[in-house]
């Protein structure tokens, strides 16, 4: 089972500063199978990044991911109220599995 | 539009079996490469996926579970089912019905149904 790992546990930022979230996977994802989806309280988790890198469909342009092979990370350029919740990576290079979660919490 | 709905029992004895069901539109789970799965969230944790079943009819259940999951779908009635066995208190939490775009990512959600495991 591919076991995913999050970093860090709880960011606590203000509005309009950059966060940076890091997802780790412990196997070699080889065509950068990984997802990010964000979830806000008593909803569903969304789609946000796909491909590592590939923005889903209206998502908004500070949104940003990247990495390869084990090694992934969401940006968030500059945070809206909006974005405060908490953000969750997927791997679908072998099965499935979630990290455990980034919240994003306001300062 | 898409839309997934779940439905099944709020509450559930420990060592019953649990079945969910999950009634869907915008989309037909004939065609090749659609797959519709089952992903569940226990209080304040992450969420994990337990099974999936796509327009060949091929089934995907996570390795830690499988042996007390069945899903099955209904395409007629355009449905997804999950049988899940010997329920436990630590199975308490929300599951959600699912569809995984091609690549394999999660591009529709659908509400949830709160699931309570207690005798």
């Known amino acids: 089972e591919v076991v995913l790992t999050q970093s860090p546990g709880t960011l606590s930022l203000s509005p309009g500063a950059r966060a940076t979230l890091s997802c780790r996977a412990s196997q070699i994802l080889s065509s950068s199978e990984l997802a990010w989806y964000q979830q806000k309280p008593g909803q569903a988790p969304r789609v946000l990044i796909y491909?590592?890198?590939t923005r889903a469909s209206g998502v908004p342009a500070r949104f940003s991911g990247s990495g390869f092979g084990t090694d992934f990370s969401l940006t968030i350029s500059r945070l809206e109220p909006e974005d405060f919740a908490v953000y969750y990576c997927q791997q679908y290079g072998a099965l499935f599995t979630f990290g455990p979660g980034t919240k994003v919490e306001m300062k | 539009q898409v839309t997934l709905k779940e439905s099944g029992p709020v509450l559930v004895k420990p060592t019953q079996t649990l079945t969910v069901t999950c009634t869907f539109s915008g989309f037909s789970l004939t065609r090749l490469g659609e797959s519709v799965g089952w992903v569940r969230q226990p209080p304040g944790r992450a969420p994990e996926w337990l099974a999936l079943i796509d327009g060949d009819d091929d089934r995907l259940y996570s390795e830690s579970l499988r042996t007390r999951l069945t899903i099955s779908k209904d395409t007629s009635r355009n449905q997804v089912v999950l049988a899940m066995t010997k329920m436990d208190p630590t199975d308490t939490g929300m599951y959600f019905c699912?569809?995984?775009?091609?690549?394999?990512?999660?591009?529709?959600w659908g509400q949830g149904t709160q699931v309570t495991v207690t005798a």
């Open positions: 491909d590592a890198s």
């Open positions: 699912v569809r995984f775009h091609s690549g394999g990512y999660i591009v529709h």
